[in-house]
């Protein structure tokens, strides 16, 4: 499915090579997993990867039928590669809660008061003491207006990466295209630099209270004073494997992170919620071994 926000159009994944040496896909590993614990049929229902693949396109061609909506059969669609959707006027000159604001009675939004909520009373019942239900500005744990700045001054951001689906390509030549010295990269404003001894390209020690990873300096002015990025996803590489703490040669920005929920009720990510400080690694810098396959793996 492509256009996922708007459904425009179904894509047909040819499989790109046959599984290598002992690979499986999804789909083998859990049928045989099924089939161990001995209700195999009732996961397959009787079906290859191909037959599902085809009983679900068969389901939206009904779907699509009910919408008055033409759908080619599998085999065509399976050949031709993806299906794609018109799309009507109507939909070009589409404003997100129309209906409701012409007539707010007739066209009721999903809440318990039908209306738009600035006040939950379902919230209020929870009696979350970190979730009111309104909004409300409550400190962050961590933050460049708190106490702990003094000691580590500056904020970590960790956005996903260009290059990369969170960690997914790091072991591969791509990151030739971004890395800095063999490290992850971070960013960090000229001045900030400037004040640590740092220059372009440098291996830098980037720590608080959680933890330490080693990084390569990109100096630029396109993150702000007060500010570092490291992108999320990089291979985790301890230089000391099995000790809590320890330092990641590789640039694993998950070494300094929160481990903590937004608040009760939503357990959503913090991970930009953090504090840092930032150094020039003196010393031999060591090698980075996260790609390295381990010893037994080669035998």
């Known amino acids: 499915n492509m256009s996922e926000y708007t459904n425009q159009y179904i894509l047909a994944m040819h499989k790109a090579v046959d599984p290598l040496f002992e690979a499986r896909s999804d789909f083998e590993i859990f049928a045989e997993l099924a089939d161990r614990l001995g209700f195999g049929r009732k996961f397959t229902e009787g079906k290859d990867e191909m037959g599902w693949i085809r009983s679900f396109y ?50 009721p939004l999903g809440t318990p008061s039908g209306k738009i909520e600035i006040y939950s009373r379902t919230i209020e019942k929870f009696g979350y003491d970190d979730c009111p239900p309104h909004p409300t500005w409550l400190e962050p744990a961590e933050w460049l207006g708190g106490a702990k ?35 992850e ?66 640039g694993n920005v998950n070494t300094v992170t929160m481990d903590k929920g937004t608040s009760k009720l939503a357990q959503g990510n913090v991970a930009n919620t953090v504090l840092v400080e930032i150094e020039k690694y003196e010393g031999p810098v060591p090698r980075v071994t996260a790609f390295e396959p381990p010893a037994q793996a080669q035998s």
């Open 58 to 107: 068969e389901e939206a061609r009904k779907q699509a039928k009910a919408m008055k909506l033409s759908m080619p059969d599998f085999d065509t669609f399976w050949e031709t590669g993806y299906v794609a959707f018109p799309v009507p006027e109507s939909a070009k000159q589409y404003v997100r809660y129309g209906d409701f604001r012409k007539d707010p009675d007739l066209n």
């Open 149 to 183: 700045a003094k000691r580590y001054p500056l904020h970590l951001v960790s956005p996903h990466p260009k290059y990369r689906l969170h960690s997914q390509l790091d072991n591969t030549w791509i990151r030739d295209w971004y890395e800095v010295n063999e490290r």
């Open 185 to 250: 990269p971070v960013w960090i404003h000229p001045d900030d630099a400037r004040a640590r001894g740092i220059a372009h390209g440098d291996v830098v020690r980037i720590f608080n209270d959680r933890g330490a990873l080693l990084a390569g300096a990109y100096v630029t002015d396109r993150v702000r004073r007060g500010v570092i990025a490291v992108h999320e996803g990089a291979w985790y590489d301890p230089d000391e494997p099995g000790k809590p703490g320890a330092l990641c040669k590789h």
